[in-house]
């Protein structure tokens, strides 16, 4: 597993990371989430020994990623798709990848084959790809000495539906036959599709962390009404009853179970159209509320 211990990095006198603890767990997809400049990046770097932490330690497996003696074979990383050689092929660069771990020629064809880049594709120019085939060739060199763990920065990034899907379900197996995952992305609907796990941050230092059922249980329940009128008389209800409430798209996202929200609709004489807990929206909402201070305007969509 990934354990992150009071991690800290300062450049100058700012503070990117400010003692980030968690632990990306075996068998267990994390998602690691945060607004641009949030510090998730710098974090990942630290994590692979690209850039030293001011204090704090990062281990993988019990062990600091600079002691290991060789790194592909127990831990996969893609941390920038497009730091590719433009003017290599994506067999070409495999190809080196499989040579620096010593590992045997014929796995070069198949861990394209495993990330879907087919013969016509893996013969062409790292210039001529498009990002998602760039995602696609860095999985696969992430892939390649068949590790343990997984740390990937934006992975969905470019890559159409079917990739995402693709990629998707690559992970939940990987994760599966037990393997760690760690993955960054922006994209909240995939990671509340895919993570078992989810870390929040947030200038630098932890907002959130627990597991996703835990985590998306605490937002609550979605009500709407059968028009606004009936939508402020039932949180006018709610609040009479000590209960708090927080309007969204239309309706209200109530932080109570929607048995008690059902029944002081009732007693108000309020007409529900919708009534069910919000894990639907959950994880943007709650993205957005506990980054709501660190975020740029529009950054999260």
Do not use: C
């Amino acid at each position: 597993m990934i354990s992150v211990e009071s991690l800290t990095k300062h450049y100058g006198p700012f503070t990117a990371v400010d003692h980030v603890s968690f632990t990306a767990a075996t068998g267990r997809v994390t998602g690691f989430l945060g607004p641009n400049g949030a510090g998730k990046s710098t974090s990942m770097r630290v994590m692979v020994g690209l850039t030293r932490a001011s204090s704090g330690r990062v281990t993988i497996g019990g062990r600091d990623y600079r002691e290991l003696v060789n790194p592909g074979l127990e831990v996969g990383v893609l941390l920038d798709a497009s730091a590719q050689h433009a003017g290599r092929t994506g067999r070409e660069i495999l190809t080196i990848a499989q040579q620096t771990m010593g590992l045997p020629k014929a796995q070069v064809a198949e861990t394209l084959a495993r990330v879907g880049l087919t013969d016509d594709e893996a013969g062409r120019r790292v210039r001529d790809y498009s990002l998602g085939m760039r995602q696609r060739l860095g999985i696969a060199t992430a892939l390649i000495g068949d590790p343990e763990v997984l740390i990937l920065d934006e992975p969905a990034n470019g890559l159409d539906p079917a990739g995402i899907r693709w990629m998707r379900d690559l992970l939940r197996g990987f994760a599966n036959d037990g393997g760690t995952v760690l993955l960054s992305s922006h994209l909240l609907h995939e990671i509340e599709v895919i993570a078992d796990d989810i870390v929040v941050i947030g200038q630098g230092r932890i907002v959130a962390q627990g597991s996703k059922t835990e985590l998306l249980a605490a937002a609550g329940t979605l009500v709407r009404t059968s028009d606004p009128a009936q939508t402020d008389r039932l949180a006018r209800a709610l609040h009479e009853a000590s209960v708090v409430t927080t309007p969204i798209d239309g309706g209200l996202r109530v932080d109570a179970e929607p048995e008690l929200v059902g029944e002081t609709a009732h007693r108000a004489g309020v007409v529900l159209r919708e009534l069910r807990p919000a894990d639907g929206a959950g994880l943007e909402e709650m993205f957005l509320e506990l980054t709501a201070d660190t975020a740029r305007e529009g950054a999260a969509a």
